[in-house]
């Protein structure tokens, strides 16, 4: 079963993170050249459903992988042994998206055009970060850390 999981949590982090380094790398520098928002609304339509789905995944897989690697979730954020270190940092990273996400959801998307694009851009910038990090700090977990 731990393969499983492990395996659909790194197809979710593939998803998750491609999608936003596509989007970062292809898209938002086309997007910016153009003062043009539509372009992203329309990358951002297309890889929407997909990339919730994908982090929706990573969420409920990540919680299993927590409980299979630390049994009890008060020590999830102790601090004491590098597995909770990097449990915390995932969780960390986990609030900084959803914070990214929901702020540009509710104040910036609906109201998205040329003006604010670059507001709406440092927030996709954002979001990739944190996705690489989510990989990093997995990588930090799976193998026993970095420090």
Same mark, same amino acid.
Do not use: C
């Given at each position: 079963?731990?393969?499983?999981? @492990?395996? $659909?949590?790194? %197809?979710?982090?593939? +998803?998750? &993170? #491609?999608?936003? /380094?596509?989007?970062?790398?292809?898209?938002? =520098?086309?997007?910016?050249?153009?003062?043009?928002?539509?372009?992203?609304?329309?990358?951002?339509?297309?890889?929407?459903? @997909?990339? $919730?789905?994908? %982090?929706?995944?990573? +969420?409920? &897989? #990540?919680?299993? /992988?927590?409980?299979?690697?630390?049994?009890? =979730?008060?020590?999830?954020?102790?601090?004491?042994?590098?597995?909770?270190?990097?449990?915390?940092?995932?969780?960390?990273? @986990?609030? $900084?998206?959803?914070?990214?996400?929901?702020?540009?959801?509710?104040?910036?998307?609906?109201?998205?055009?040329?003006?604010?694009?670059?507001?709406?851009?440092?927030?996709?910038?954002?979001?990739?970060?944190?996705?690489?990090?989510?990989?990093?700090?997995?990588?930090?977990?799976?193998?026993?850390?970095?420090?």
């Amino acid at each position: 079963m731990y393969q499983f999981v @492990l395996i $659909l949590h790194l %197809l979710g982090a593939a +998803v998750w &993170t #491609g999608g936003h /380094l596509v989007l970062v790398v292809t898209i938002l =520098p086309r997007a910016l050249r153009a003062k043009d928002p539509q372009v992203l609304v329309e990358f951002e339509s297309a890889y929407e459903p @997909l990339g $919730l789905a994908a %982090l929706a995944t990573q +969420v409920i &897989t #990540g919680l299993w /992988l927590a409980y299979y690697y630390l049994p009890d =979730p008060a020590q999830w954020f102790a601090l004491d042994s590098t597995v909770s270190i990097y449990l915390s940092i995932k969780f960390v990273l @986990l609030a $900084l998206t959803l914070g990214l996400a929901l702020d540009a959801r509710l104040r910036l998307v609906p109201r998205l055009d040329a003006t604010n694009l670059w507001a709406f851009a440092y927030h996709i910038i954002g979001v990739a970060i944190t996705a690489v990090l989510f990989i990093v700090a997995g990588v930090g977990l799976g193998t026993g850390g970095f420090f």
